[in-house]
T-cell receptor
Framework: KQEVTQIPAALSVPEGENLVLNCSFT??????LQWFRQDPGKGLTSLLL?????REQTSGRLNASLDKSSGRSTLYIAASQPGDSATYLCALTSGTYKYIFGTGTRLKVLA | SAVISQKPSRDICQRGTSLTIQCQVDSQVTMMFWYRQQPGQSLTLIAT?????????ESGFVIDKFPISRPNLTFSTLTVSNLSPEDSSIYLC???????????FGSGTQLSVL
């Protein structure tokens, strides 16, 4: 059974710092992996999707990587800003939209 | 991409009543789903909403408690029935349809049951 773990559960950094969020999974047979952002009490915003054949994806200050052999994905945020404060969730599927979500990393960027 | 409108955004309900949540997608999508996010927890899939037929429920979720409709490709409703305080959660509609199986989410409905 696939298990998705995100460490740390919470992270507080000063503005301007580069940071890495981690997502680990137990079964490497995945179809794709998505990173989402969730603001308190709100829905999810899709940030990046990495298909199983890809190694990384970039969007602006965000870069997500995928290493299936080690069961890891990382989300790199460059030059963090207070507006980046949110919970970041990774989710993956082995196909047919059966996504399994991690428990998230709650990020706070201090001004 | 798909833009998903979900309403209500929040509600406070009495025990024993029901709440119906609506989800409207701005384009025709193949797949629509309903998720629950309990306080401090991650997302759990409730069911897949199937157009014109009964929804497909995940283990632990039943139609009597969570009836779902999907009359067309862009609209779905989730009803949470016979509410109890344990139903207090965020309920999220999501949709997708591309080969990459990218998921899009609505803004969520925060339900509190007194």
């Amino acid at each position: 059974k696939q298990e998705v773990t995100q460490i740390p559960a919470a992270l507080s950094v000063p503005e301007g710092e580069n940071l890495v969020l981690n997502c680990s999974f137990t079964d490497s047979a995945i179809y794709n992996l998505q990173w989402f952002r969730q603001d308190p009490g709100k829905g999810l915003t899709s940030l990046l999707l990495i298909q199983s054949s890809q190694r990384e994806q970039t969007s602006g200050r965000l870069n997500a990587s995928l290493d299936k052999s080690s069961g890891r994905s990382t989300l790199y945020i460059a030059a963090s800003q207070p507006g980046d404060s949110a919970t970041y969730l990774c989710a993956l599927t082995s196909g047919t939209y059966k996504y399994i979500f991690g428990t998230g990393t709650r990020l706070k960027v201090l001004a | 991409s798909a833009v998903i409108s979900q309403k209500p955004s929040r509600d406070i309900c009495q025990r024993g009543t029901s709440l119906t949540i609506q989800c409207q997608v701005d384009s025709q999508v193949t797949m629509m789903f309903w998720y629950r996010q309990q306080p401090g927890q991650s997302l759990t899939l409730i069911a897949t909403a199937n157009q014109g037929s009964e929804a497909t429920y995940e283990s632990g979720f039943v139609i009597d408690k969570f009836p779902i409709s999907r009359p067309n490709l862009t609209f779905s409703t989730l009803t949470v029935s016979n509410l109890s305080p344990e139903d207090s959660s965020i309920y999220l509609c999501s949709a997708g349809g591309g080969q990459d199986e990218k998921l899009f989410f609505g803004s969520g409905t925060q339900l509190s049951v007194l």
